[in-house]
């Protein structure tokens, strides 16, 4: 197993110009989640999603967009990129219990470091 | 809403020797669980050891253990003989019980291990 694979691992973006950063796993996992971390901080939750064709809003949302059409991939799309977006940006994924209810560990992918000019 | 302090920015501790790192977390929930990940940096979230808040017994996982107090909503991390691959950014990390699996995270504490 791979587990959780991003790309690009480095990208600059000019404020205004789009990006896809895309976020593969291979573990089967339901749910898969998109974060942010700033300097000196820790992560925020920017997307989530517990299965194919159903995401939701999490704690950073504004200016990304995601989708989820199979369970392996969950790509966060970046639209008019801002300097506020410089970033490392985590995909995590994570597998519910077989009863439904809490999910176990979250694994994560190795980030992306994207800086806005 | 729930959230996480951890109010060491950075701690020092020399190889071989044991270290404490503390958070405190704010809830008012009674099913949740807690987590300590590491950050080397190569920047991956590496999990360390988790909680659940029903269990009283202090999880342990080889050289880290954690001191897990409820009701004053505190989760240490404590490092036993610490090695130079321990040096890292530590997060500690609260999420409900629920279905819907959002950890929130602290802002970290940078361990730098002496040789």
């Not at chain 2, 991956?44 to 004053?72: C, D, G, H, P």
Request: charged residues 15%; contains cysteine.
């Amino acid at each position: 197993n791979a587990g959780v694979t991003q790309t690009p691992k480095f990208r600059i973006l000019k404020i205004g110009q789009s990006m896809t950063l895309q976020c593969t796993q291979d573990m089967n996992h339901n749910y898969m989640y998109w974060y942010r971390q700033d300097p000196g901080m820790g992560l925020k939750l920017i997307y989530y999603s517990v299965g194919a064709g159903i995401t939701d809003k999490g704690e950073v949302p504004n200016g990304y967009n995601v989708s989820r059409s199979t369970t392996e991939d969950f790509p966060l799309r970046l639209e008019l990129a801002a300097p506020s977006q410089t970033s490392v940006y985590f995909c995590a994924s994570s597998y519910p219990y077989p009863d439904g209810k809490s999910t176990d560990t979250q694994y994560f992918g190795p980030g992306t470091r994207l800086t806005v000019l | 809403a729930q959230t996480v302090t951890q109010s060491q920015p950075e701690m020092s501790v020399q190889e071989a020797e044991t270290v404490t790192l503390s958070c405190t977390y704010d809830t008012s929930e009674s099913d949740y669980y807690l987590f300590w990940y590491k950050q080397p940096p190569s920047r991956q979230m590496i999990l360390v050891i988790r909680q659940e808040a029903y269990k009283q017994q202090n999880a342990t996982e080889n050289r880290f253990s954690v001191n897990f107090q409820k009701a004053a909503k505190s989760f240490s991390l404590k490092i036993s003989d610490s090695q130079l691959g321990d040096a890292a950014m530590y997060f500690c990390a609260y999420r409900n019980g629920g279905a819907t699996n959002k950890l929130i995270f602290g802002t970290g504490t940078l361990l730098a291990v002496q040789p």
